[in-house]
């Protein structure tokens, strides 16, 4: 039973480039959720999705940043004309509702040079 | 707003020996839950354990236990014979059980304590 799978493990981006980071939920979970973590610091909450819908993208930024949740394939959060202060580990989890236990990825080390 | 607190950035331990790692947090809700996640230099997120808010007893899971104490809203994460495989980073987290709005399944972190295990 695979668990959630993230990729790219590492992905670099030039500044002014587009990231895309994508999230596999474990099998059956149909709950989503990103988190960033800066250098020294915890994991700070982005957005909250279910298939197709954007429940609470409270912690996203205004700009430049956009998450989806498909009815089919991974989620995707998207990183538009990077900037280095975008330069970060960005972690998925997933649950099977939206109050069980989150089970998160290995995460996506974005470096912006 | 809820936070969390974790005021040792950094610790240390002999292998075998016991070490306990400190967190407050802040709130003015009365139903949440409580977890330490352990973070290797794999960078995997590992829930360590949990703790219902509603439960006077203090979880257990083998050597890893911990001292909830909800008037002080304080939640310290005890790690008894201390292993080599211990040492990582570990976070506190908290996340609200009430009225499943939005926010709903949001964990928020502390900054991490950063445990050494000496052999």
């Known amino acids: 039973n695979a668990g959630v799978m993230q990729n790219p493990r590492h992905l670099v981006r030039r500044r002014g480039q587009e990231a895309r980071l994508r999230c596999s939920p474990m099998?059956?979970?149909?709950?989503v959720y990103w988190y960033r973590q800066l250098p020294e610091e915890g994991l700070k909450f982005m957005v909250y999705?279910?298939?197709?819908?954007?429940?609470?993208e409270s912690g996203m930024p205004k700009e430049r940043f956009s998450a989806e949740f498909p009815k089919e394939g991974p989620s995707i959060l998207r990183i538009q004309q990077v900037v280095r202060g975008d330069s970060a580990a960005y972690f998925c989890?997933?649950?099977?509702?939206?109050?069980?236990?989150?089970?998160f990825g290995n995460g996506t080390r974005l470096t912006v040079t | 707003a809820q936070t969390v607190t974790q005021s040792q950035p950094e610790m240390s331990v002999q292998e075998a020996e016991t070490v306990t790692l400190s967190c407050t947090y802040d709130?003015?809700?009365?139903?949440?839950?409580l977890f330490w996640y352990k973070q290797p230099p794999s960078r995997q997120m590992i829930l360590v354990i949990r703790?219902?808010?509603?439960?006077?007893q203090n979880a257990t899971e083998n050597r890893f236990s911990v001292n909830f104490q909800k008037a002080a809203k304080s939640f310290s994460l005890k790690i008894s014979d201390s292993q080599l495989g211990d040492a990582a980073m570990y976070f506190c987290?908290?996340?609200?059980?009430?009225?499943?709005?939005?926010?709903?399944?949001?964990?928020?972190f502390g900054k991490g304590t950063k445990l050494s295990v000496k052999p």
């Open positions: 999705l279910q298939k197709e819908n954007i429940i609470d």
């Open positions: 703790q219902e808010a509603y439960k006077q």
């Open positions: 987290a908290y996340r609200s059980a009430g009225n499943y709005g939005g926010s709903q399944g949001n964990l928020i």
């Open positions: 099998k059956g979970h149909s709950h």
């Open positions: 709130t003015s809700e009365s139903d949440y839950y």
């Open positions: 989890a997933s649950s099977p509702i939206g109050k069980g236990d989150l089970h």
